[in-house]
């Protein structure tokens, strides 16, 4: 994949402005580098942060691989987020992961095949009211069944955008 | 604004939206033009109703007609009966657990009637994204009191005085640390609200945030004025992005209406607001590591003392406060801290917001005073269990905190009584359980996350707790010895006392919670190589009864590793080497015949 470097600077340079506080902005600007990435940051990306900040390559590092929410590899279109935390664990949480694995022929942490899924799994999304729930980019589907999953799935596959 | 007959509020909380919420206004949306109504009928899209069963969900004024669980199809009926003709439309009102319609307004039902709401005054009642509508039911008041009326020192006191207490788990007293970060000489001094709401099964931050985000900042600013500080930080996790963007909105209005920036209405006071997005770390939502993390740094812990209140961000006095508790500031200013301590217990003053979860009729937030017993919480106004079966345990305080039989049930909910069962109040978030779970198995999921997030920092935390978790999977499997449970017990022990943060300290509480309370289950696991609950793996078997199989093949279609065998009409049977539990088979057996036993 090419890299639009000058794309890097330009988003670091651009938080630099917005902060109001001098120091370091480290973390935001991995989220919009990540962001412009579609979903993770390449190496050469991680360079020019290192370069724009005058910090050595090594802290970037330290940073980016400490949040789960980073990622170093290229993940699919569709990053699946499983909560697999206590209330939906006691109300079927188990039966989705089983589901999604089956229907995407992944483990947690892979991407299909074709790019189209990446499965992960998340701390509590805070939708424990509707338990079991899974977060798919920046959309969360609640009240699940192995059979809703499916369905999301298929939808998703079928390149209708979330929900 | 034109006068207006009717008012949807149309709860927009994430559980009603991962419900099906935007369907449900757009079809109303499409209704309404279509009869015309757009000048008569307002639409306002509001934070979490916390009925989150119930959901999608909305509130027609000026009635307060109450309906639940809609649908696009709902929406049109309800315009075409309710809307244009008047007459309300009875199934989709609440209905109480034998069928009966209950009273159609929303305060008049059970679950809202016996609410308290002072954290959540406006969550539900308010669009979020509009400033006028805080305004408009006292927003801003209590900053301008604070400004024209009061000094620093008498906001601080007043706060004292109302002996309100840390939301976010350890209940530290509120006025104290204020008092404690006014003191502190750095030059600059920070405000931090701690949004990093990463407790299993709370979410009432995450609903303050949606449905109220000015409360925050209303609270914030006292606080910077009351400290003496000139900049804050709100800290949100990355995974409530619709919390984010409300926030953000928030602050520009704020900005726009001159309640942050320069000279704050017109005084000398400045004060500007900063948000934060963590990127997944659980143990950010430790004090000393989301300062880490603000700076942009590893989200790590350090040692305490200095605290925060001396040395926070960029080594400068820093109050950091979480969403609930800042929540409780606005009402308390101008209703005084004699009003709020007239509500809830002596040593637990004001109300506390809970998140019922789990196996229980009504989930969602409730917020009630301090002291309400447990029984009250979850029968009365959670309903019950809601799988026949009775309630066995509820789990408070998450990762940190332990799990309330359910003979406890009349013990009031406070920080203190909660402490002396081995549980902690936390953030709140209550798990019900039902005899169909295992406690073993809940100790060790809670250790699988303390595993998954401690940040390696201290030995204790990194190796004692996978340790821990080591022991409970023998235990699950199978291979436990009654050792296991005094090494269990001493390794908790040793890590309470040694680990470096509150994370890693109090990571043994779900273990040693449910050891002392279901010694006998554990005892099971050991010596019988037995789970009652039929919840561990290695401990159960699938069985088909010969008596109910008709020889489907269902079962064996569905199976994913070929174990079951058997020939069409006839019984089949399950090779348990092969199985591997998935539970597949019970799912598409329509004849019952499949049971899961133990041994």
């Known amino acids: ?163 | 604004m034109a006068l207006t007959a009717n008012t949807i509020l149309i709860c927009a909380g994430g559980a009603c939206i991962s419900s099906g919420e935007e369907s449900v206004k757009q079809a109303l949306e499409r209704e309404i033009s279509k009869y015309a109504l757009q000048d008569a009928v307002r639409i306002v899209e509001t934070g979490c109703m916390g009925a989150c069963s119930l959901g999608p969900l909305m509130v027609i004024y000026p009635e307060g007609v109450f309906y639940q669980k809609l649908t696009p199809k709902a929406a049109q009926e309800i315009v075409e009966e309710h809307l244009l003709k008047g007459r309300v439309v009875e199934k989709y009102l609440y209905k109480g657990p034998t069928g009966e319609v209950v009273p159609q307004v929303a305060e008049k039902l059970p679950f809202f009637s016996r609410q308290v709401r002072i954290v959540t005054r406006n969550v539900g009642f308010i669009d979020p994204k509009n400033i006028e509508e805080y305004i408009a039911r006292d927003g801003y008041f209590a900053l301008a009191k604070v400004l024209r009326e009061m000094t620093p020192e008498e906001v601080i006191e007043e706060v004292k005085k109302s002996g309100l207490r840390g939301r976010g788990g350890a209940g530290f007293p509120t006025g104290l640390k204020w008092e404690l970060t006014r003191k502190g000489t750095s030059q600059k001094k920070f405000v931090v609200c701690n949004a990093d709401e990463g407790d299993p099964g709370a979410f009432m931050d995450r609903s303050v945030l949606e449905g109220d985000p000015h409360t925050v900042l209303e609270a914030m600013i006292i606080a910077g004025y009351a400290i003496g500080a000139n900049q804050g930080y709100i800290y949100v996790r990355a995974e409530y992005p619709l919390a984010i963007e409300r926030l953000n909105t928030a602050i520009s209005q704020a900005r726009e209406y001159g309640f942050l920036g320069s000279n704050i209405m017109g005084t000398e006071f400045s004060f500007d607001i900063e948000i934060r997005i963590g990127a997944g770390a659980f143990v950010c939502g430790e004090e000393t590591a989301l300062i880490a993390s603000i700076e942009g740094k590893r989200g790590q812990p350090r040692v305490k003392p200095p605290y925060p209140a001396e040395r926070g961000v960029w080594d400068c006095s820093t109050l950091i406060n979480n969403v609930e508790t800042f929540a409780n500031i606005p009402p308390i200013i101008l209703k005084g801290a004699d009003w709020f301590k007239s509500i809830g217990t002596e040593n637990s003053p004001g109300t506390k917001v809970f998140a019922l979860a789990g196996k229980i009729v009504n989930t969602g937030l409730v917020e009630v005073p301090m002291g309400i017993t447990l029984k009250e919480l979850l029968y009365e106004i959670g309903g019950g269990s809601s799988t026949g079966k009775p309630i066995k345990a509820v789990q408070t305080g998450g990762p940190s905190g332990g799990c309330i039989p359910a003979q406890y049930f009349d013990t009031p909910v406070d920080y203190d009584s909660l402490q002396k069962l081995g549980a902690i109040m936390g953030s709140g978030g209550m798990i019900v359980m039902d005899e169909d779970d295992c406690m073993v198995d809940v100790a060790k999921f809670f250790l699988e996350f303390t595993v998954d997030e401690s940040c390696g920092k201290c030995t204790p935390c990194r190796e004692g707790t996978r340790q821990m978790l080591r022991i409970l999977e023998k235990i699950t499997s199978g291979e436990g010895t009654e050792e296991d449970l005094y090494e269990l017990e001493a390794l908790g022990e040793t890590i309470k006392d040694t680990a470096l943060c509150g994370l890693g300290q109090t990571a043994p509480n779900p273990v040693l919670s449910t050891l002392e309370y279901y010694r006998d289950e554990y005892e099971m696991h050991v010596k019988e190589k037995r789970c009652p609950a039929l919840k561990c793996k290695d401990l159960t078997r699938y069985v088909i009864d010969e008596s109910k199989c008709v020889g489907c093949t269902a079962c064996a279609r569905v199976c994913p590793v070929n174990a079951i065998s058997g020939e069409v009409r006839k019984a089949h049977v399950i090779d348990n080497e092969k199985c591997v539990r998935c539970g597949s088979c019970i799912e598409v057996c329509r004849f019952n015949a499949i049971n899961k036993v133990s041994p």
């Open chain 1, 1 to 163: 994949m090419k890299v639009d470097l000058s794309e890097v600077r330009k988003i670091v340079n651009q938080a630099k402005t917005e902060s109001l506080q001098e120091g370091d902005m480290l973390v935001n600007i991995l989220h919009c580098v990540q962001d412009h990435f579609g979903n993770f940051i390449p190496p050469e990306a991680a360079e020019i942060v290192a370069q724009e900040l005058d910090i050595p390559l090594s802290k970037v590092y330290e940073v980016l691989t400490f949040y789960t929410m980073f990622s170093t590899k290229p993940r699919g279109k569709y990053v699946i987020r499983v909560c697999v935390n206590l209330p939906c664990h006691v109300t079927g949480g188990r039966q989705i992961m089983e589901t999604l694995k089956e229907e995407l022929k992944i483990d947690v942490g892979e991407t299909t095949a074709d790019g189209m899924f990446t499965l992960e799994t998340t701390s509590c999304l805070g939708l424990c009211g509707v338990s079991p729930v899974i977060m798919v980019n920046d959309t969360y589907y609640g009240d699940l069944t192995p059979k809703k999953v499916r369905e999301i799935i298929e939808k998703l596959r079928a390149g209708g955008d979330e929900k």
